[in-house]
């Protein structure tokens, strides 16, 4: 496409290239361009960056992995339908996160086995969090977009229902992925209150155990001193009367323990 590389800036040309460029939407002398940056869910989740030159009389779409432009024989329809089939597409497999927190969400109200809770919810946040931050860009360009043709431009023929269209669709998924990630943040802040209810729990038992057995330890370490005059130590019933002693020292502790968990 000679013709649009005559007129097209080097700098402009190199952001075309590259795969991985944000949206963006820029007014030059003799054309406009713009870039959307959109995620498309495949195997997996990835983000494309698709560039598009606007002229007085044409549109092209520069094809990243052919390195060359693509002239429309519809300045705007075109366009519209491209990037119109790939949002369709991408609203069509998100649901696929949405199904996926409902799991999580299901198992985690369930109690079930919860091991791999985290390593899926920050998957899962790292993935939707991307996603919004992309649509936040994408969808402020293509408000600049609508808004310069639809202004400046009025009598060029575009199409500013369509892209009205797509602008609410890009709005629609953006509040989607909000949704999803205020709810992987309660997700989060329920299963961190879960556990440390059963950590608290555990240190509660374990205080207990400890208050049972503490006079016990005490006794033991008493009877165990190296020294003269110990109680018991003459005779021959020293080692049951220490028994029946640590017995009576153990039911009299649980009592107390038992007591003092009624009052509180």
């Not at 944000?22 to 495949?42: A, H, T, V, W």
């Not at 919004?132 to 310069?148: G, H």
Request: glycine share 4%; hydrophobic share 40%; proline share 2%.
């Amino acid at each position: 496409m000679k013709e649009i590389l005559d007129i097209l800036d080097e700098l402009h040309l190199k952001d075309l290239k590259n795969a991985k460029h944000p949206s963006y939407f820029d007014i030059n002398e003799g054309y406009n361009m713009l870039i959307l940056r959109l995620p498309i869910c495949e195997k997996e989740l990835e983000f494309y960056s698709f560039g598009f030159v606007f002229t007085k009389d044409a549109s092209y779409y520069y094809d990243i992995s052919k390195q060359e432009f693509e002239k429309y024989t519809t300045k705007y329809k075109e366009p519209y339908f491209f990037i119109n089939a790939h949002i369709d597409a991408f609203m069509k497999k998100f649901g696929s996160y949405q199904n996926q927190i409902q799991d999580m969400e299901e198992l985690l109200y369930s109690d079930r086995d919860r091991k791999n809770f985290m390593s899926s919810w920050f998957a899962l946040k790292r993935d939707i969090t991307r996603v919004e931050s992309v649509l936040e860009k994408a969808l402020y360009t293509m408000n600049d977009f609508i808004e310069y043709y639809e202004v400046l431009h009025p009598d060029e023929g575009f199409l500013v229902n369509n892209y009205a269209d797509l602008h609410e669709h890009l709005e629609r998924s953006k509040h989607s992925s909000t949704l999803q990630l205020s709810k992987l943040d309660y997700i989060y802040n329920f299963y961190n209150t879960r556990t440390n209810e059963r950590m608290n729990r555990l240190i509660y038992i374990l205080t207990i155990i400890s208050a049972i057995f503490l006079p016990l330890n005490l006794m033991v370490g008493f009877f165990g001193m190296n020294t003269t005059g110990l109680p018991f130590s003459s005779g021959d019933d020293g080692t049951s009367n220490v028994i029946i002693s640590m017995l009576t020292l153990f039911v009299f502790s649980s009592i107390v323990v038992l007591f003092w968990k009624k009052r509180v």
